[in-house]
């Protein structure tokens, strides 16, 4: 009788009696040989001339808040595959986020699955940030927050992405409670249906739910300091703002939690709320803005409640019907909705605090930010012409 184990050592025999013991050595190692890509390899030693390992391609770079994700991402030496609808000039200037041959662009559009898997097939990491703040001829609110995004979403799923990070928005509901529209914000439904259609083809998808969101070229500080969205020096407001709760966020640190989720693991399949440190009242914040502008009440500022106003919403519905692509200083009836919202945080979803992002206060850069939109900018004004600094906004609990 013979017995047969497999064993890691050299042959060996050992006779005794009738029964024979061989020992064979075998390996445990796989029989297909994998072969590694050395340019996904990390290189340098940090910054914009190295390469982390990180292949992002990041959907809407051309937004507002998709230069700032850029510039955080090629800063870690990021490489960056950046899609883009029209003209290449609106993404031009993001080749400087990363050294020679670490930006590299891509033609696309959002219903050419074709193009969207060109797009995402060599990264690791999908960041979604197209969105759209108000219906055009071309696209409405489903085309781009739920359809779009649900395309974007099944081609990282087929090209085996490890992240997709997805922007939502704050108060994203099924069905929003109106103010000034009959049927309530359709954008915020539409960002509702849109996570769902998302989380269905990419359950491990992390979501980011923003408040308003302010810094260079924002819309929210640029939207009340326009001079189209007041009826002269007067501000007309939903009951004059005084029901309404505000928590905005500044750019670069929703853009540097994008940055602290990629790097986390744990963030993976988890929604953030992407909030300010503190909560004002709508009132209180647009009379601080004008203060800071030095167009305050001896200017002529006036808030009131538009309710009252006729005249403006005749402005607001032609303003929308006239300029289909591009309404005069964002005003459309959609934007008066969503202005009416509170930003409801929920003390249960994390917020960008749990992605270790240090939150920045509208205190600290409020001047910067509107000092573009400022009363008699370039006049060269005394000490005791105006105060050194106006009194800002109280936050409330």
Request: charged share 25%; proline share 5%; glycine share 6%.
């Given at each position: 009788m013979a017995l047969v184990l497999n064993k890691g050592s050299n042959i060996l025999r050992k006779h005794s009696g009738i029964v024979a013991i061989a020992c064979i050595r075998t390996s445990n190692y796989a029989s297909d040989v994998n072969s590694y890509n050395l340019a996904s390899l990390k290189r340098g030693t940090g910054g914009r001339s190295s390469f982390n390992g990180i292949v992002a391609t990041v959907f809407g770079a051309s937004g507002f808040v998709g230069r700032y994700v850029c510039n955080r991402l090629g800063k870690i030496g990021t490489q960056l595959i950046i899609p883009y609808h029209g003209d290449n000039y609106h993404v031009m200037r993001l080749k400087l986020c990363g050294d020679l041959g670490q930006v590299l662009f891509q033609p696309f559009h959002l219903f050419d699955d074709e193009a969207l898997d060109k797009a995402v097939r060599y990264s690791n990491v999908v960041i979604n940030l197209v969105g759209r703040d108000w219906e055009t001829l071309n696209f409405k609110f489903d085309d781009v927050h739920v359809k779009g995004a649900k395309r974007i979403a099944a081609a990282a799923r087929r090209a085996g992405v490890e992240r997709l990070i997805h922007?939502?928005?704050?108060?994203?509901?099924?069905?929003?409670?109106?103010?000034?529209?009959?049927?309530?914000?359709?954008?915020?439904?539409?960002?509702?249906?849109?996570?769902?259609?998302?989380?269905?083809?990419?359950?491990?998808?992390t979501i980011f739910r923003p408040a308003d969101i302010y810094g260079q070229e924002d819309r929210f500080l640029r939207y009340y300091a326009h001079h189209w969205r007041r009826q002269t020096q007067l501000m007309p407001l939903w009951k004059k703002g005084e029901h309404t709760i505000k928590a905005p966020v500044f750019v670069s640190d929703v853009a540097a939690g994008v940055v602290n989720a990629i790097k986390d693991p744990d963030s993976a399949g988890k929604?953030?709320?992407?909030?300010?440190?503190?909560?004002?009242?709508?009132?209180?914040?647009?009379?601080?803005?004008?203060?800071?502008?030095?167009?305050?009440?001896?200017?002529?500022?006036?808030?009131?409640?538009?309710?009252?106003?006729?005249?403006?919403?005749?402005?607001?519905?032609?303003?929308?019907?006239?300029?289909?692509?591009w309404p005069v200083g964002n005003l459309h009836w959609e934007r008066i909705e969503r202005e009416c919202v509170s930003d409801d945080i929920n003390t249960s979803i994390p917020t960008l605090e749990d992605l270790c992002v240090t939150l920045t206060h509208l205190e600290n850069q409020i001047a910067w930010e509107l000092k573009p939109y400022m009363y008699g900018i370039y006049y060269d004004r005394d000490f005791d012409d105006f105060a050194v600094r106006p009194e800002p906004a109280k936050p409330v609990p």
């Open positions: 922007f939502s928005a704050l108060n994203a509901q099924e069905k929003p409670a109106p103010h000034v529209l009959t049927g309530g914000s359709q954008f915020l439904a539409s960002k509702w249906r849109g996570e769902m259609a998302v989380l269905e083809e990419f359950p491990t998808a929604i953030y709320q992407a909030v300010g440190p503190r909560r004002y009242l709508l009132s209180d914040l647009v009379d601080w803005f004008y203060r800071v502008m030095k167009k305050d009440e001896k200017w002529g500022y006036i808030r009131y409640d538009m309710r009252l106003d006729p005249l403006f919403k005749l402005k607001v519905t032609l303003t929308q019907k006239l300029c289909l692509s």
